[in-house]
């Protein structure tokens, strides 16, 4: 065959890459082709494929037979304006078939994303390896986990998963920094028809199960929605861990009051998603995590348009005291924020520890290590505020000064102290309950005297833990002043 003919032969072969007949079958089940999925992805018309042609058994034969072609499409495009890669399975080619064709092509495109220092997004829906392939295929997804590894902490990683996501590619996905998953999919290490036949209680691969342990970032409704959830998502990330420019084009007055914090934390058990409402840019927040360790909230946010990661106890959860779980959460957030340059802003105001969690089992002391090492090594510019009460160790670990933290503010209203006013009276005035004709009362007028006292921020201020105790309606105004002035940390550390 002349050069001329195989060259037409190869554009027709590329037109046919997808069949109409097995497209419609999957729009009909509610699925799509991966050229379907990138497009929601990509800025109109600047998706641009790599390796497309690329077959487990390549010939000198040119050949329309979209069977033949792998079972994932790769390439790059521009998410609202920046460089993005991406590999997407096909469920329309081989089912998405996983091979070892397959793999060197989304090798390949983890090599170029490193080159251009831009992010990788993977999708996944696939019914599983092709298992003909043998060793070969296993191999293969060995190579994808080494280059994904390779590439953790260089460039965001972000794993959508609209479809089958099981054995193999489940620790893929898992590899990756934020994990987007829609309703209807599977994602589970074990097929899911194996783990009900040997007894799973509920359906341990389905997105609702995976948000509640806290195995994937975001769920979505739609892919459509997944999809919003990932262009959010890289809205707020760099391109890579050297890059500083990130715009997301929300803009709020840095000096806009916020008198309506006083109230609301004034509530008892308010939800702190309130008050950062009222911290951010335009309102807008962009939670992670929200399945799991629900005592801490976990996202993004701009404040004066300097983007910030959000770790915030909130006294609306059903326990707001610390837990392992939400503290691993914590965690692992502040990590990726530190990875990223990503200012951390914590906000305060926990009982303190979750005994009924260690009581259980958990693994607390090492999930409250891992949240005090976090801030510790924490190198990126950190903002701490004491909204309500924080006594005992858990001031110290949500993000103190001695762990860290840049500058520290308190509302004038927050309580802070080495023991609550029941412990503090029962442990160390119980000389004053002696003799009392009324105990209740006496009890009730002490703690009330310890309160004010011994739990205000004014003590922790006189030592140095505290920068600046101010009112509830200058919250805003302080946080992004506190962060300007931070701006350039990281450049000045490293000279």
């Not at 060793?135 to 997804?141: F, N, Q, S």
């Not at 990126?380 to 001031?395: H, I, K, L, R, W």
Request: proline fraction near 2%; hydrophobic fraction near 45%.
């Amino acid at each position: 065959m002349d050069l001329q003919k195989r060259s037409e032969s190869l554009v027709k072969a590329k037109k046919s890459l997808v069949d109409k007949t097995v497209a419609d079958k999957l729009h009909k089940a509610g699925k799509f082709t991966a050229y379907d999925l990138v497009a929601q992805l990509f800025d109109d018309g600047t998706f641009v494929e790599t390796n497309a042609y690329v077959k487990a058994y390549a010939n000198e034969i040119s050949t329309a037979d979209t069977a033949e072609y792998e079972g994932v499409v790769c390439g790059y495009g521009a998410v609202d304006g920046r460089l993005t890669f991406v590999y997407a399975q096909n469920a329309a080619r081989l089912n998405g078939a996983f091979s070892k064709a397959a793999a060197e092509k989304i090798a390949a495109l983890y090599d170029m994303a490193k080159k251009n220092g831009a992010p990788v997004v993977s999708v996944f829906d696939s019914n599983g390896a092709k298992v003909e392939e043998g060793i070969d295929v296993l191999a293969g997804y060995g190579k994808v986990m080494k280059k994904a590894c390779a590439l953790k902490g260089k460039v965001p990683q972000i794993a959508v998963i609209v479809g089958n996501c099981a054995g193999a590619a489940a620790t893929v996905a898992a590899l990756a920094d934020v994990t987007v998953m829609a309703e209807g999919a599977s994602y589970s290490v074990t097929p899911a028809s194996v783990l009900e036949s040997n007894g799973a209680s509920e359906n341990v691969a389905s997105a609702e199960y995976a948000s509640s342990k806290g195995m994937v970032s975001l769920t979505a409704t739609t892919t459509a929605e997944a999809f919003a959830s990932v262009k959010e998502v890289l809205s707020f990330l760099p391109s890579n861990k050297l890059d500083t420019n990130v715009y997301t084009g929300v803009e709020d007055n840095p000096n806009r009051a916020t008198p309506e914090v006083a109230s609301v934390v004034a509530g008892a058990s308010y939800d702190m998603h309130a008050v950062i409402s009222a911290i951010a840019d335009g309102a807008k927040f962009l939670e992670l995590g929200a399945g799991k360790g629900k005592a801490i909230v976990t996202g993004f946010a701009t404040v004066n348009g300097i983007v910030v990661g959000v770790v915030a106890n909130n006294p609306a959860a059903k326990d707001a005291k610390l837990c392992a779980g939400c503290m691993k959460k914590a965690a692992d957030f502040i990590g990726l924020c530190d990875t990223f340059g990503i200012s951390v802003l914590t906000l305060v105001d926990t009982n303190g520890f979750c005994a009924e969690c260690e009581a259980k089992g958990k693994d607390f002391v090492s999930a409250s290590a891992l949240l005090a090492e976090s801030y510790c090594k924490a190198s990126v510019p950190m903002v701490t505020v004491n909204v309500g009460e924080a006594y005992g160790s858990a001031f110290t670990l949500m993000g103190s000064k001695e762990l860290g933290a840049d500058m520290v503010i308190a509302l004038d209203s927050a309580k802070i102290g080495v023991l609550k006013p029941g412990a503090g009276v029962a442990m160390m005035w119980s000389e004053k309950m002696a003799g009392a004709k009324a105990p209740i009362e006496k009890r009730k007028a002490l703690e009330e005297e310890w309160e004010l006292l011994m739990s205000t921020p004014i003590l922790a201020a006189e030592a140095g833990q505290v920068d600046d105790i101010i009112p509830a309606e200058d919250l805003r105004i302080k946080i992004a002043s506190a962060l300007e002035m931070l701006s350039m940390k990281r450049e000045f550390a490293s000279l």
